[in-house]
């Protein structure tokens, strides 16, 4: 049963940082793509940024220099680092991991940021 455990959400006034880690278990295999997604009140989940194996990585325009992606890949985890927060980033942040061969894909239950004005 894989497992995806996300930590480091919380409440921060605008231009702040946090940090957020996800660490996966129960995987035999190593994740393809690992990343973040986040979801608004009232809006559709969008993506933040991903990860590959190898190290590429994707960001959503609106994330672009502000925040970092990282994995361990031997720890089988990712971390977002965000900086200049804005209240619009406010959501909740999902961890996604991804297995190609196996056509699957494995979410956490979120962890809630909140940036104030």
């Known amino acids: 049963q894989v497992q995806l455990v996300e930590s480091g959400g919380g409440l921060v006034q605008a231009g702040g940082s946090l940090r957020l880690s996800c660490a996966a278990s129960g995987s035999r295999f190593d994740f393809n793509v690992m990343g973040w997604y986040r979801q608004a009140p009232g809006k559709q989940r969008e993506l933040v940024a991903t990860i590959a194996t190898g190290g590429t990585t994707n960001y959503a325009d609106s994330v672009k220099g502000r925040f970092a992606i990282s994995r361990d890949n031997a720890k089988k985890t990712v971390s977002l680092q965000m900086n200049s927060l804005k209240p619009e980033d406010t959501a909740v942040y999902y961890c996604?991991?991804?297995?190609?061969?196996?056509?699957?894909?494995?979410w956490g239950k979120g962890t809630l940021v909140t940036v104030s004005s």
């Open positions: 996604n991991a991804v297995i190609y061969f196996k056509g699957l894909d494995y």
